[in-house]
């Protein structure tokens, strides 16, 4: 069992930096690839970014690619995701969610577990 939970959003200006951070707690966290989603009101929980368990591999969607990077850090059992040059698009609730191996995946159904998730709001 993975517990996650989700920090650092916020209602920030359009052009703007934030950084989320997850917690992890359970399973050994480097044997998990942890992945970033993202859903905004009336639309479907999408893929934002993936990291592998040992973090030397990370995928973006291409919306983000270029202003989001992922990371994470084993030792504190976190994984994170610093968002710049923010725009009213990426308005959305973030979610963490972590795999049951350590490969990463931009589908929804291959994650095992997930966090409550934490807003993200950018003002134009």
């Known amino acids: 069992q993975v517990q996650l939970v989700e920090s650092g959003g916020g209602l920030v200006q359009a052009g703007t930096s934030l950084r989320l951070s997850c917690a992890a707690s359970g399973r050994t966290f480097t044997y998990s690839a942890m992945g970033w989603f993202r859903q905004a009101p009336g639309k479907e929980r999408e893929f934002v970014a993936t990291i592998s368990g040992i973090g030397l591999s990370t995928y973006y969607t291409n919306s983000v690619k270029g202003r989001f990077t992922i990371s994470r850090d084993n030792a504190k059992n976190a994984v994170y995701l610093q968002m710049n040059s923010l725009k009213p698009e990426d308005t959305a609730v973030y979610y963490c969610?972590?795999?049951?191996?350590?490969?990463?995946?931009?589908?929804?159904?291959?994650?095992?577990?997930w966090g409550q998730g934490t807003q993200v709001t950018v003002s134009s």
């Open positions: 969610a972590a795999r049951g191996n350590p490969y990463t995946s931009s589908r929804t159904v291959e994650y095992d577990y």
